[in-house]
């Protein structure tokens, strides 16, 4: 079997490339372990970019985004017992996000692959990388197929980035001592807009998915794990983090979805070996604070189409060639915002009485400073491509 692009990892970044190649007449192959249920089921992050949202509809996948994303012009930020509004609208002016679940994106981008007669493959056991210097192929489930090129879109824990040979690829890492328990629940939200919310008990999120499912995160120990948080305990601790602001009461209801995620920020340089290009989360790893993981996936897609288009239509591989450092830009960018979000809104047991008064008078900064506020605003937004 011979194709021209084969993509390991049908999550947004593997899926999305599939659907920009294919309108561009390239042909790939989808390899994915899980099943289509699985991935089309599993919840993630839920805040898309004004060029992310662009892209999909210019796409032509965007309609039901359009019809059921929820856009939003501001967030607030709650702490020291008062909110305080970050507002789009006024601070990067024609630019906002829309609130739309990851798993609604993947179920958009299969059913377009499907679609068009693109072949997708779920269910696909031990997939392997071969010949990545010059000839590639990968194998698995005792098939073989040939490629011109090999897309990792396998996310942090796929097999693409570690079957580069050791010393090639440089990583950067930081570890937060904490994780987020995430939490999905069929209630109203409580919120207009999105509430990240810094207490002493620790950061909480309120986030949502529709009129009548909310997302939650809470601030948790590295270790924790939804065992120790029974969902009366989950109800408690978000009311104690975000019911801090006098006349808001959260509205509770049935949970439905429940799972701790890692705080970890990771970066691989290059992004490339041979005829192997990495994409989204096997490339890179953002903690979710500046809900970012998403929305770089769609940043290096729409790098790296561009690159397969000319390298296909010229046989010039100027732009491949390029790939890593036309995206590293970026992934810096949403790196140091992740972090600098991270840092602003949650509570780290290091901290003495001394970082805690750093942390509040950044956080009075921010909410007062509209230079300050702007920073925080238009990366959130999303820079422009
Ligand atoms: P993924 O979505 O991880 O997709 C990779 C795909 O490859 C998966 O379908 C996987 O099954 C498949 N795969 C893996 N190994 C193999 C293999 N050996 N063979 C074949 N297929 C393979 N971001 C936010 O902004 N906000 C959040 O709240 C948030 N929550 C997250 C929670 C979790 C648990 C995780 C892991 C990530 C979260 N993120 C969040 C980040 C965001 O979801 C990711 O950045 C985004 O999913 C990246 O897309 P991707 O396509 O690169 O990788
Ligand atoms: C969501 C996730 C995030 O990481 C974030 O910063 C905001 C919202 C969400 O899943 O809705």
Known sequence: MRTQVGIIGAGPAGLLLSHLLHLRGIASVVLEKRSRDYVERRVRAGVLEQGTVDTLVEAGVGARLLREGLPHHGIELRYGGAGHRIAFEKLVPGRSITVYGQQEVVKDLIAARLEAGGDVRFEVEDVALHGLEAEPYLTFGGERLDCDVIAGCDGFHGVSRPAVPDGVLRFFERDYPFAWLGVLAEVAPSSEELIYS???????????????????????????????????????????RLETVPGFTLTTGRIIEKGVTPMRGFVTEPMQYGRLYLAGDAAHIVPPTGAKGLNLAVADVRVLTEALDRFFSTGSADLLDGYSEACLKRVWRAQHFSWWMTTLLHTFDSDDDYGRRLQRSHLDYVTSSEAAATTLAENYVGLPW
């Open 198 to 240: 810094q207490t002493e008990r620790g950061f909480a999120l309120h986030s949502m998915r529709s009129p009548t499912v909310s997302r939650f995160y809470l601030q948790v120990p590295p270790d924790a794990t939804t065992g120790e948080w029974p969902d009366e305990r989950i109800w408690d601790e978000l009311r104690a």
